[in-house]
Nanobody, 124 residues
């Protein structure tokens, strides 16, 4: 069982930056592949970024490539999402998720465990 708690969301002006954190409970965090997803009102959930268990492989959605950066600290049971050059279209609830098996981040049902989400609002 893994519990995930996101933090770091808020209101920021376009062009600004935010750093999201996702703290995980349990001693097996380092075994999980982690992902960040987001969902805006009236839209489907969207893959944002992913990182494998060791941190050696990183993946990004097309809309955030070059602006967002994912990282993890297995000693602290935490995964981060650094968001730079934010745009109003980045406004959404951001969720972190954990997956024990290696699967395509776009595959249905990715994520055995999910956090409750944190709101990010980017004003123009």
């Amino acid at each position: 069982q893994v519990q995930l708690v996101e933090s770091g969301g808020g209101l920021v002006q376009a062009g600004g930056s935010l750093r999201l954190s996702c703290a995980a409970s349990g001693r097996t965090f380092s075994r999980y592949h982690m992902g960040w997803f987001r969902q805006a009102p009236g839209k489907e959930r969207e893959f944002v970024a992913g990182i494998n268990w060791s941190g050696g492989s990183l993946y990004y959605g097309d809309s955030v490539q070059g602006r967002f950066s994912i990282s993890r600290d297995n000693a602290k049971n935490t995964v981060y999402l650094q968001m730079n050059s934010l745009k109003p279209e980045d406004t959404a609830v951001y969720y972190c998720a954990a997956e024990g098996s290696y699967r395509d981040y776009y595959s249905p049902g990715w994520g055995e465990y999910w956090g409750q989400g944190t709101q990010v609002t980017v004003s123009s």
